[in-house]
């Protein structure tokens, strides 16, 4: 199965593969709570980063959303 999501997701593929709602995983972005980068206008989330975020193993506020 890890093999079907890529290593680097937009936020569409990161909203399935966290099963939750494409509006949630915005206010997510948005408020910093999920790991994300920010590539030109888009959103990208890395696989490995989310299982870590998912299991607790990473601290809040850690995207890139505030940065320059």
Known sequence: MANDI???MTIQEAS?????PLSSLYKLVKTGD?????????WRFNRE????????ELN???NDSTRG
Do not use: D, S, Y
């Open 6 to 8: 890529p290593e680097i």
């Open 16 to 20: 399935r593969f966290l099963r939750v």
């Open 34 to 42: 999920i790991p994300c980068q920010k590539v030109g206008r888009h």
């Open 49 to 56: 980063t989310l299982l870590k975020w998912v299991a607790g």
């Open 60 to 62: 809040r506020n850690t």
